[in-house]
């Protein structure tokens, strides 16, 4: 008796009549894609429902209860997809991104113009938000789902980083939680300065160099080896190659695979390289050697001989340096340097078979951060 009397409150039937017209339109608008209607929309639903709270104190203390009332009677109408828990999502979305749509660009405001009317009813408001401020391109580039998990991530410029990768590079849902829980951001934020961090809030990550493609440590737990005592390098290899598509995923941006145990023969000596992709950003051969234990001397050496007969005999006019990765299980900063010119283009990197620890992770980077000192 209690929820029929609530609903029926004349208090709320203007937000309820409101959210119900802009839920008919999205559903007759046949825009660019269903996910972003549905992202505008529940912006959209986000905003009326603060600015709803927004008139009165007495408003904003019966928040919880005025969403129940709401969650019930567009269920009603709509079915799935309005419970209290997703409008609850759809007011924090509008709170997190409301700089993305300026006020004057609502579909609508508190009270309907006959403008406004016209434009809800037609199904024109949402299509003239997807093409942005002054046609600048849509404000959102990824499904709801993947906005409802961005939102749990605190840090502002981690979650612009995920977002624009995400965006870029085509992140499924799942793909986008592993590389979140795999500490993608703070693994390549360790190897940065201060504005290279600052960049990756605001661009993500872009490749102008060798060192953009580098991360520690590499995660490849998706390769199910960590349960095993024993394994060989070729075994490593072998699921490396078994899980290409996860292994280029986790490399980066712009690699291509080219070969598997590439030979090459130098003075009738036969020689194999475990891995050759090609990374089209940089323009250049990137040579990986696989070891399951501490690197030495002598890999490196041996990388050092596989990069310059690329540079020398396969690499292109045109094309940049090859790059030399020698993935390790550990690895002797000092012997690595003292080993290698400060001009090679190798990197000994370590792998690990199971996800870093996000805490840990953040740890350092704010050990890294106090040790650089600010420049602010």
């Given at each position: 008796?209690?929820?029929?009397?609530?609903?029926?409150n004349t208090?709320e039937i203007?937000?309820?009549s409101?959210?119900?017209?802009l839920?008919?339109?999205?559903r007759?608008t046949?825009?660019r894609?269903?996910?972003?209607v549905?992202?505008?929309t529940?912006?959209?639903?986000?905003?009326?429902?603060v600015e709803?709270e927004q008139?009165?104190k007495?408003r904003?203390?019966?928040g919880?209860?005025?969403l129940?009332?709401?969650?019930?009677?567009?269920t009603t109408?709509f079915?799935?997809?309005f419970?209290?828990?997703?409008l609850?999502?759809?007011?924090?979305?509008f709170?997190?991104?409301?700089?993305?749509?300026?006020?004057k660009?609502?579909l609508?405001?508190?009270?309907?113009?006959?403008r406004?009317?016209e434009?809800?009813?037609?199904?024109?408001?949402?299509?003239a938000l997807?093409?942005?401020?002054?046609g600048g391109?849509?404000?959102f580039?990824?499904?709801?789902?993947?906005?409802?998990f961005l939102?749990g991530?605190k840090?502002?410029?981690?979650?612009s980083?995920?977002?624009?990768?995400?965006a870029d590079?085509g992140?499924t849902?799942?793909?986008?939680?592993r590389?979140?829980?795999?500490?993608l951001?703070?693994?390549?934020?360790l190897s940065?300065?201060?504005?290279?961090?600052?960049k990756?809030?605001?661009?993500g990550q872009?490749?102008a160099r060798?060192?953009?493609?580098?991360?520690?440590?590499?995660v490849?737990?998706?390769?199910?080896?960590?349960?095993?005592t024993?394994?060989?390098e070729?075994?490593?290899e072998t699921?490396i190659?078994?899980k290409?598509?996860?292994f280029l995923?986790?490399l980066g941006?712009?690699?291509?695979?080219e070969?598997?145990q590439?030979r090459f023969?130098f003075d009738?000596?036969?020689?194999?390289?475990?891995l050759?992709?090609?990374?089209?950003?940089?323009?250049?051969?990137?040579l990986?050697?696989?070891?399951?234990?501490k690197?030495?001397?002598?890999?490196?050496?041996?990388?050092?001989?596989?990069?310059?007969?690329?540079d020398?005999?396969v690499?292109?006019?045109?094309?940049?340096?090859?790059?030399g990765?020698?993935?390790?299980?550990?690895?002797?900063?000092?012997?690595?340097?003292?080993t290698?010119?400060?001009?090679?283009?190798i990197?000994?990197?370590?792998?690990?078979?199971?996800?870093?620890?996000?805490?840990?992770?953040r740890?350092?980077?704010?050990?890294?951060?106090k040790e650089?000192?600010s420049?602010?």
């Amino acid at each position: 008796m209690t929820r029929k009397s609530e609903t029926a409150n004349t208090d709320e039937i203007p937000l309820f009549s409101s959210i119900r017209e802009l839920i008919v339109s999205a559903r007759r608008t046949v825009a660019r894609g269903v996910d972003l209607v549905q992202v505008l929309t529940n912006f959209e639903i986000g905003r009326r429902i603060v600015e709803h709270e927004q008139r009165g104190k007495k408003r904003a203390e019966y928040g919880k209860a005025q969403l129940s009332v709401l969650a019930d009677s567009l269920t009603t109408e709509f079915g799935r997809g309005f419970s209290r828990s997703n409008l609850e999502y759809m007011r924090k979305f509008f709170l997190t991104y409301r700089a993305r749509i300026p006020e004057k660009s609502q579909l609508t405001t508190g009270k309907l113009g006959k403008r406004s009317k016209e434009l809800v009813s037609n199904g024109e408001g949402i299509p003239a938000l997807i093409a942005g401020p002054a046609g600048g391109g849509s404000p959102f580039r990824l499904g709801w789902t993947q906005y409802v998990f961005l939102m749990g991530i605190k840090n502002p410029e981690e979650r612009s980083f995920y977002e624009m990768e995400a965006a870029d590079n085509g992140w499924t849902l799942p793909e986008l939680k592993r590389q979140y829980n795999s500490g993608l951001y703070e693994r390549l934020a360790l190897s940065r300065d201060k504005e290279g961090v600052r960049k990756l809030a605001r661009e993500g990550q872009v490749v102008a160099r060798p060192e953009d493609l580098l991360k520690e440590p590499y995660v490849l737990e998706f390769l199910g080896l960590e349960e095993r005592t024993k394994f060989s390098e070729s075994d490593l290899e072998t699921a490396i190659i078994d899980k290409l598509e996860a292994f280029l995923l986790e490399l980066g941006k712009g690699f291509l695979f080219e070969a598997r145990q590439k030979r090459f023969t130098f003075d009738e000596d036969h020689f194999f390289v475990d891995l050759v992709f090609y990374n089209r950003l940089l323009r250049c051969y990137v040579l990986i050697d696989l070891k399951i234990g501490k690197v030495t001397h002598q890999d490196l050496g041996q990388m050092q001989m596989y990069v310059n007969y690329f540079d020398r005999h396969v690499r292109t006019p045109g094309e940049e340096r090859t790059i030399g990765i020698i993935l390790c299980k550990k690895k002797h900063d000092a012997m690595v340097e003292i080993t290698l010119p400060p001009e090679a283009n190798i990197h000994a990197k370590e792998y690990q078979l199971y996800l870093p620890s996000k805490d840990e992770l953040r740890r350092k980077l704010l050990e890294w951060s106090k040790e650089s000192g600010s420049d602010d």
